[in-house]
């Protein structure tokens, strides 16, 4: 997919100094880490899914050697806060079920879906909680919690493609009430992203940033926490959170067709991947994030047909036959919507990092892109970091002065104008 202008607007940013970059991808954290889920929200997500995955792993019969895990950004550490903090959460689970074959029929596939609700009818735990009719691919779990923001958890039904490999780290067919069985493959999504946000960016010696993660996995898996984050997982959030904001616009002629979740965290996946994978050094996350943001439209494949249309094509890297923008081709409208958005995006990526504004301005244009949520205390957090800074800088300046440093290696403190002129 070409978008135009997007490399000479990045352009800009790239030519900042090390200084404004090292603000610029302080601001960008603190944003995302601003929209995580709370320590509350995640031990109440955890309880839940523990439970309830305790209870279905134990039962016998059809059952039996169950495996429940978690799929979608609760499983890869991508999830962002509701913009409205009364609106419900959202966890999403897989039930595999190694010993089952896969509905052959779109009667069998809603049996199926039904015969897991009665299971949980069955326990008086959860028997108010089910939803009593399935939904295409999934049951639904309602939790309210006394007022306060509930959520809901949905449960998707997975079997093996082949009885010859039915672990869920193979390919696997989820019941589907439309179309009987649909082909997938979450664990090994999952899987993909977790393995690029594992591998190593070469920074470059005077870099100090270094990820850390923490990947757990058992018969009813643990939820990964949001503690300490990686690149690509603060650039997913980053996007899905002004995604969330753009398509909320009442005067958005696209806010109903909107990009799905999955097709912005494969293309910025797959950008990383590129990126990472590329051998170059970077001397600062923020260079890292600007080269993922301008890489993602080059895995967006599209071809014309017979008939003057154009079919568009973001495959699964964990299953290169699914097609995420499958729809596009029915519905256009959903290639523009992405192109509007994505365009959109970058430029108030770009705006909001010039370094032409105070930081009033700074917090003001960030609550109007992003949210009151990732605004929310950040004069306080920048306001220290630029006094962390200009000590380390007078620091610098004080032993070059005293003979400390090697002249021929020391730098000039970097100009900026973050929050005006640095002599203010």
């Known amino acids: 997919m070409q978008i135009q202008n997007i490399s000479s607007q990045i352009k800009s940013l790239?030519?900042?100094?090390?200084?404004?970059?090292?603000?610029?991808?302080?601001?960008?954290?603190?944003?995302?880490?601003?929209?995580?889920?709370?320590?509350?929200?995640?031990?109440?997500?955890h309880t839940a899914y523990q439970a309830i995955g305790s209870y279905l792993a134990n039962k016998n019969d059809w059952l039996s050697n169950c495996y429940i895990y978690a799929q979608g950004s609760i499983g890869i550490g991508t999830s962002v806060k509701p913009i409205n903090e009364n609106s419900d959460m959202d966890i999403d689970l897989v039930l595999h079920l190694p010993s089952m074959d896969y509905p052959k029929t779109t009667y069998d596939a809603n049996k199926l879906l039904c015969k897991l609700i009665e299971e949980l009818k069955d326990s008086p735990r959860y028997q108010n909680k089910v939803e009593h009719e399935p939904k295409r691919r999934c049951v639904t779990m309602q939790y309210g919690v006394n007022g306060d923001q509930g959520f809901h958890m949905d449960i998707t039904p997975s079997m093996p493609e082949y009885m010859s490999a039915p672990s869920r780290e193979n390919d696997v067919r989820v019941a589907d009430v439309k179309t009987a069985n649909s082909p997938s493959h979450p664990y090994g999504y999952r899987s993909w992203f977790r393995a690029i946000c594992s591998k190593e960016v070469r920074w470059s010696r005077k870099s100090a940033y270094k990820s850390k993660q923490?990947?757990?996995?058992?018969?009813?898996?643990?939820?990964?926490?949001?503690?300490?984050?990686?690149?690509?997982q603060i650039v997913?959030?980053?996007?899905?959170?002004?995604?969330?904001?753009?398509?909320?616009?009442?005067?958005?002629?696209?806010?109903?067709?909107?990009?799905?979740?999955?097709?912005?965290?494969?293309?910025?996946?797959?950008?990383?991947?590129?990126?990472?994978?590329?051998?170059?050094?970077?001397?600062?996350?923020?260079?890292?994030?600007?080269?993922?943001?301008?890489?993602m439209p080059a895995f967006i494949t599209s071809k014309y047909l017979s008939d003057g249309s154009i079919k568009y094509a973001i495959f699964n890297p964990a299953l290169p036959s699914e097609n995420f923008a499958d729809k596009w081709h029915e519905k256009p409208i959903l290639a523009y919507s992405f192109?509007?958005?994505?365009?959109?995006?970058?430029?108030?990526?770009?705006?909001?990092?010039?370094?032409?504004?105070?930081?009033?301005?700074?917090?003001?244009?960030?609550?109007?892109?992003?949210?009151?949520?990732?605004?929310?205390?950040?004069?306080?957090?920048?306001?220290?970091?630029?006094?962390?800074?200009?000590?380390?800088?007078?620091?610098?300046?004080?032993?070059?002065?005293?003979?400390?440093?090697?002249?021929?290696?020391?730098?000039?403190?970097?100009?900026?104008?973050?929050?005006?002129?640095?002599?203010?």
């Open 214 to 232: 923490e990947l757990r996995a058992g018969t009813v898996e643990k939820l990964p926490g949001q503690v300490r984050k990686t690149v690509l």
């Open 236 to 295: 997913v959030q980053l996007l899905k959170r002004h995604r969330d904001i753009w398509k909320n616009n009442e005067y958005n002629v696209y806010k109903d067709y909107a990009p799905i979740g999955i097709i912005i965290t494969t293309l910025a996946g797959q950008a990383y991947d590129r990126c990472v994978s590329s051998n170059k050094e970077y001397n600062n996350p923020f260079d890292l994030i600007l080269d993922v943001l301008e890489e």
């Open 339 to 424: 192109r509007d958005w994505y365009k959109q995006a970058m430029t108030d990526i770009i705006t909001l990092l010039e370094f032409d504004k105070g930081l009033d301005q700074t917090i003001k244009s960030t609550t109007i892109l992003f949210g009151s949520q990732a605004s929310r205390g950040l004069q306080a957090k920048l306001a220290d970091t630029l006094t962390e800074r200009r000590a380390l800088e007078q620091a610098t300046i004080a032993a070059a002065g005293l003979g400390l440093s090697n002249s021929a290696n020391a730098k000039a403190v970097p100009q900026h104008n973050f929050y005006g002129n640095a002599g203010e």
């Open 14 to 45: 790239r030519q900042l100094s090390a200084s404004d970059k090292d603000f610029s991808f302080e601001l960008i954290s603190h944003i995302t880490s601003k929209l995580d889920l709370t320590e509350t929200q995640l031990s109440k997500l």
